[in-house]
């Protein structure tokens, strides 16, 4: 679905008429595409207190700040100190990432000096504007927050900002030579881009969606060289069906076929109720169960569940896809710390998509669909591809320090924040 506004202001008449009137002028995206460089600029990476270098030279591409040190509530006034002259230094779609610790809860001055980089950072990320992201980056000790970094200073990570990510220690995957990976829903829409996105970084992608939708899921599973799966997820030996298709077992599972049947509660038939909660949350419980219990999820897998800002914020007319997509958000939890995850060192992840730019959004009326674009802090819709790289980065093999959490791909909406 075309952002025309986007567009609009990407002309120089579009620019001047909106800029003369008041309207928002959000920045076009720098996102990933092969052959272009990662930053526009340099990456500088700073203590918190140090003086940062003399301004004038060429804008930088990111800003990395360690203020993992920063123990104590005058210690912040380093945080201000090394980041306010670099404001006005940073590139266009530019990075902030600050790197913190885990909060003490026996330390009440490390705990509120830490708690403090969160809403310094959320609202960084809300004034920072020009498509600059900002995030938190909270390392455990012995953690390697490399592969987070890697991710969040790249194009890759264009619609996600305003976020906290904890990373924790965890032993490196042993080098696969080639990974699985399967995809619900991947017909077409977001699953469609993260199957390619899958492909596009090594995994053999077996793309599953409904039997109705065989034609377009082929045609899928043929570009990127994967195997298609025509199969309702929430058929009764769908787990079976599955562990039969997966013959070398499994080393990536993303759920990501979902559906809406919107109406306020008093409106709601129990069939839309129960088939929502079914497709998003039941099929997701039961397939995964089934996958752990077969052994057909190999050690060191990737689990990306999708939940969804609605599932956070909540939304009128939703109840049934709020109830299902804050479930994936439990489910993931719990799974998380459970021993017969952690023990194999697979991970739980969730993305929680906000506004982002497919068949079912261009379905929302014209006015809640401009209010869904427009209020974040990037001004814009998101990209299929931006739900995908996301995806893509949980699942790689070098994010085990990863687990239990649920990322945000939604240009930090002012929903739920
Ligand atoms: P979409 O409607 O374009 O694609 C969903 C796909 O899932 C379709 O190909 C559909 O056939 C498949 N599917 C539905 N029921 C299925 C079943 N029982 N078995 C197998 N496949 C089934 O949706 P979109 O926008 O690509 O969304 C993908 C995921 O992202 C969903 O879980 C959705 O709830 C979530 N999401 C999307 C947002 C957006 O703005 N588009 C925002 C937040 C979350």
């Given at each position: 679905m075309a952002d025309r506004y986007l567009r609009l202001t990407g002309t120089a008449p579009g620019r001047f008429l909106t800029r003369r009137i008041g309207l928002p002028q959000p920045t076009p995206l720098r996102r990933w595409s092969a052959?272009?460089?990662?930053?526009?600029g340099p990456v500088l990476r700073l203590t918190a207190g140090a003086e940062p270098p003399p301004a004038g030279g060429s804008p930088y591409g990111a800003v990395v700040l360690d203020?993992?040190?920063?123990?104590?509530?005058?210690?912040?006034a380093g945080v201000h100190r090394t980041l306010h002259p670099l404001m006005r230094s940073l590139a266009t779609c530019g990075r902030i990432v600050v790197l913190s610790r885990p909060?003490?809860?026996?330390g009440p001055q490390q705990a509120a000096a830490q708690q403090a980089l969160e809403g310094f950072v959320r609202s960084l990320a809300k004034e920072a504007g020009r498509g600059v992201t900002v995030q938190l980056v909270r390392v455990a000790?012995?953690?390697?927050p490399e592969s987070v970094l890697a991710f969040l200073l790249s194009p890759k990570s264009a619609y996600v900002s305003g976020q906290v990510i904890e990373v924790a220690p965890n032993e490196p995957a042993p080098p696969a030579s080639s990974r699985t990976a399967l995809v619900t829903?991947?017909?077409?829409?977001i699953g469609e881009a993260v199957a390619a996105t899958l492909a596009r970084d090594g995994a053999h992608v077996v793309c599953l969606d409904v039997p109705q939708s065989a034609d377009a899921l082929a045609a899928v599973a043929a570009r990127l060289g994967g195997t298609a799966l025509p199969l309702d997820?929430?058929?009764?030996d769908a787990g079976e069906r599955l562990t039969a298709a997966l013959p070398r077992g499994l080393d990536v599972l993303v759920h990501n076929a979902g559906i809406t049947r919107d109406r306020r509660l008093a409106n709601m038939a129990a069939d839309r109720w129960e088939t929502v909660l079914d497709v998003n949350l039941a099929s997701v419980l039961r397939t995964t169960d089934h996958l752990l219990k077969s052994g057909t999820l190999n050690d060191h897998a990737r689990i990306v569940a999708t939940a969804s800002i609605a599932g956070i914020a909540g939304n009128a007319g939703q109840t049934n896809y709020a109830a299902s997509k804050a479930g994936v958000i439990g489910f993931v939890r719990a799974l998380a710390a459970a021993p017969r995850t952690r023990d194999r060192g697979i991970t739980v992840n969730a993305v929680a998509p906000g506004f982002i730019e497919t068949k079912m959004t261009a379905a929302v009326p014209f006015l809640i669909r401009e209010a869904g674009r427009r209020m974040n802090s990037l001004g814009q819709g998101g990209q299929p591809a931006d739900v995908a790289e996301t995806v893509a980065w949980l699942a790689a093999a070098g994010s085990g320090g990863l687990t239990g959490q649920v990322v945000r791909v939604c240009g930090q909406s002012l929903l739920g924040a």
């Open positions: 052959g272009r460089p990662d930053l526009e203020a993992t040190g920063v123990a104590d509530v005058p210690g912040l909060l003490d809860l026996d000790p012995g953690a390697d829903g991947a017909a077409r829409g997820i929430t058929a009764p």
